[in-house]
T-cell receptor, first 111, second 116 residues
Framework: SQELEQSPQSLIVQEGKNLTINCTSSKTLYGLYWYKQKYGEGLIFLMMLQKGGEEKSHEKITAKLDEKKQQSSLHITASQPSHAGIYLCGADMEYGNKLVFGAGTILRVKS | DVKVTQSSRYLVKRTGEKVFLECVQDMDHENMFWYRQDPGLGLRLIYFSYDVKMKEKGDIPEGYSVSREKKERFSLILESASTNQTSMYLC???????????????FGPGTRLTVT
């Protein structure tokens, strides 16, 4: 969706390196959901952020929502081949029960 | 665990055929969604439903219809398949949130449809 921009579109990193994926909106985000997708499969929920400045972590993945609630970042520390896949952000922009999704970031991790 | 299942992982149909994609969830969720996913475009919402027999158009409903006769089942129908409907189709479900907002969506494994 043009309402939600993800960057970069794709990323290749060496195993062990850190990386960051960004999700930016021109509107206030009332909730921001991060999902991971293995190629050809469904989406797996990673985490959800709602409050400005909120930060959550799961294993080596940390997500933050900025104070203005218009940008979120997903940071992976010491990447592993198991982190490879497509990362998508989905936003609650107060359209009722709908989420608006970004175009996704393709992550490849080289061993 | 929430389980969302889709009737087929891969499907090949001919132009002009009527195509049914089925989605079933086992967690008594009120909301169900159909998306299509294309490279560079992300997920685009086709239709969603927040109750039995209720449906609302998403961003790209043209060429599609839906049916929700039972709470657990949400069907996507391509009335006359065309090659530009070749895509990955994903179904999702979520609880209706009393406080409003979409809540976490649980996704099925997807159906890769090819129309020739």
């Amino acid at each position: 969706s043009q309402e939600l921009e993800q960057s970069p579109q794709s990323l290749i990193v060496q195993e062990g390196k850190n990386l960051t994926i960004n999700c930016t909106s021109s509107k206030t985000l009332y909730g921001l959901y991060w999902y991971k997708q293995k190629y050809g499969e469904g989406l797996i929920f990673l985490m959800m952020l709602q409050k400005g400045g909120e930060e959550k972590s799961h294993e080596k993945i940390t997500a933050k929502l900025d104070e203005k609630k218009q940008q979120s970042s997903l940071h992976i520390t010491a990447s592993q081949p198991s982190h490879a896949g497509i990362y998508l952000c989905g936003a609650d922009m107060e359209y009722g029960n709908k989420l608006v999704f970004g175009a996704g970031t393709i992550l490849r991790v080289k061993s | 665990d929430v389980k969302v299942t889709q009737s087929s992982r891969y499907l090949v149909k001919r132009t002009g055929e009527k195509v049914f994609l089925e989605c079933v969830q086992d967690m008594d969720h009120e909301n169900m969604f159909w998306y299509r996913q294309d490279p560079g475009l992300g997920l685009r919402l086709i239709y969603f439903s927040y109750d039995v027999k209720m449906k609302e158009k998403g961003d790209i409903p043209e060429g599609y219809s839906v049916s929700r006769e039972k709470k657990e089942r949400f069907s996507l129908i391509l009335e006359s398949a065309s090659t530009n409907q070749t895509s990955m189709y994903l179904c999702a479900s979520s609880l209706w949130e009393l406080a409003g907002g979409p809540g976490e969506q649980y996704f099925g494994p997807g159906t890769r449809l090819t129309v020739t």
